[in-house]
């Protein structure tokens, strides 16, 4: 039996994953692409998403959706920023928290030494697993995954892995926050705090203030928004101080403009903390 004969569709959240992967496929198409993706597209496909995928009902969903691309373009190569400046600064382990169908291990550039540990479920691996034989890919790190829900013993998992706490770490939690109730989110951070020597990174995108309100109009069961549950607090630096990370917070519309990428509309709501979080540990 072929690979895509076993494969197994997404469902639930990790399929957002796909859809995820589709924006990616769709920006590393564009000529002044922030990043590029050659397995973007293989994974879309894969999950009935390319080339086209359902458009939304009515003209005002169509805007909410093109902003949702629009941000995850954004984080995508703000991330890709961030794991650079920490491989520059010698961190040589990265753990990126619900891979999904993140490819930063096959299309990034690693110093020799690195290992990147993928953390999600069975399912999205086994699928990620099958798309990555069908094309042949070939990471430029050590890649491991690990097979682990985030709401058990991910760490001990992650630990029999081969993770090393005793070395600085680059942490990366992209779209994973906002489906996690406010109890999840601060048991992941103290224990991602807990396995985070001095010098460690860290990368976070948390759902900006009234953004599920925002989108309650596009909740259809099975959509991304209607599984969003948790916001950024008002102060995210001060709760990363907390536990004991120095960070720095930026809005998309900031980013977007330092990429060359400028937002031309005026924000409809005085401008809040953003929801593109870079820290460090100390």
């Not at 690979?3 to 769709?26: I, K, M, N, Y």
């Not at 005002?60 to 949702?68: F, I, N, T």
């Amino acid at each position: 039996m072929t690979d895509e004969q076993e494969r197994v569709q997404p469902s639930g959240v990790w399929a957002t994953a796909v859809g995820v992967a589709r924006v990616r496929a769709l920006e590393t198409e564009r000529e002044n692409a922030l990043f590029r993706d050659p397995l973007a597209q293989a994974f879309a496909t894969a999950g009935g998403l390319w080339p086209d995928s359902p458009p939304p009902d009515d003209e005002a969903a169509q805007r909410r959706r093109l902003a949702v691309s629009f941000s995850i373009v954004i984080r995508t190569k703000f991330l890709d920023d961030l794991l650079q400046q920490a491989s520059a600064s010698g961190v040589r382990q990265v753990v990126l928290l619900g891979a999904g169908m993140d490819s930063r291990a096959f299309r990034m550039d690693w110093p020799e030494g690195t290992r990147l540990f993928e953390v999600d479920t069975a399912a999205p691996l086994d699928f990620k697993a099958s798309v990555l034989r069908q094309e042949r890919a070939v990471a430029r790190c050590e890649r491991i995954t690990v097979a682990a829900d985030l709401r058990a013993d991910w760490p001990g998992a992650l630990a029999a892995a081969g993770h090393d706490p005793a070395l600085p770490t680059a942490w990366i939690a992209e779209g994973l926050l906002i489906y996690l109730p406010e109890d999840a989110v601060e048991l992941l951070l103290a224990r991602i705090s807990a396995q985070s020597a001095p010098g460690s990174r860290m990368g976070l995108t948390l759902g900006s203030r009234g953004v599920i309100e925002r989108f309650a109009a596009d909740a259809v069961p099975g959509s991304a928004a209607s599984m969003w549950v948790s916001e950024m607090p008002d102060d995210p630096v001060g709760w990363l101080a907390g536990h004991g990370w120095e960070a720095d917070t930026h809005t998309v519309r900031e980013r977007a403009a330092a990429y060359g990428r400028p937002i031309n509309t005026p924000p409809q709501r005085e401008e809040r903390p953003g929801g593109l979080i870079s820290a460090v540990r100390r």
